[in-house]
């Protein structure tokens, strides 16, 4: 059971502030509904006899926060080849609730962001996970939306760097000697 002034988390929205415990009478049926504050000035209305069942959970503590972060400070882990089955993953993730999932697509679609670029579909999951993300670490942490954005995009650039941009600048070097060192004659051989 939560509580007026409780901060909440609701999968697939993100987090929010419990405003009032209302009775309503929907459809000839009365019923408790939680009415939660959303960012954007968006309100929305979940039966109290449900929430938990819909994944409705606190919203993490200070040093949970840490460990969100430290999860966007890791090395991106491995995701399906397939962009369908990707899709499916992260959204299974996301649907979970589950803070570390979320920060764990929030990494991984954005070095691949970095590296290739998005899908449509992928850029909008993004952006999705990214708004999650940023509201509860916006309540957690007691800072602004624009404070906790550069704390993530400047923790993911970071790791970024530090696990893909030497990946990427040996492979370049390796492709240069090969291309200067060892001409192709085109049948197959080399020039002696």
């Not at 920060?103 to 679609?109: I, K, P």
């Not at 030497?166 to 080399?190: A, H, M, R, W, Y």
Request: negative net charge; hydrophobic residues 35%.
């Amino acid at each position: 059971m939560f509580n007026i002034g409780d901060k909440i988390v609701y999968p697939m929205h993100g987090a929010g502030t419990i405003d009032a415990i209302e009775e309503k009478d929907i459809l000839g049926e009365k019923q408790a509904y939680y009415i939660i504050k959303m960012p954007g000035e968006v309100k929305v209305m979940i039966p109290t006899e449900k929430a938990e069942q819909v994944g409705v959970r606190n919203i993490i503590n200070k040093e949970e926060a840490v460990k969100v972060m430290s999860v966007l400070g890791e090395n991106e882990t491995e995701m399906d080849k397939n962009w369908n089955k990707r899709y499916r993953d992260n959204m299974d993730k996301m649907k979970s609730g589950d803070i570390y999932e979320v920060a764990d697509v929030v990494r991984n679609l954005s070095f691949k962001q970095k590296e290739k670029g998005l899908s449509t579909g992928e850029k909008k999951m993004l952006s999705n996970a990214k708004q999650i993300l940023v509201s509860e670490l916006v309540l957690a942490e007691h800072a602004s939306q624009e404070e906790v954005e550069q704390l993530i995009d400047n923790k993911i650039n970071i790791s970024f760097e530090e696990y893909k941009l030497p990946q990427e600048e040996n492979i370049d070097l390796n492709q240069n000697i090969v291309s200067k060192f060892i001409p192709f004659n085109g049948n197959g051989s080399t020039n002696n």
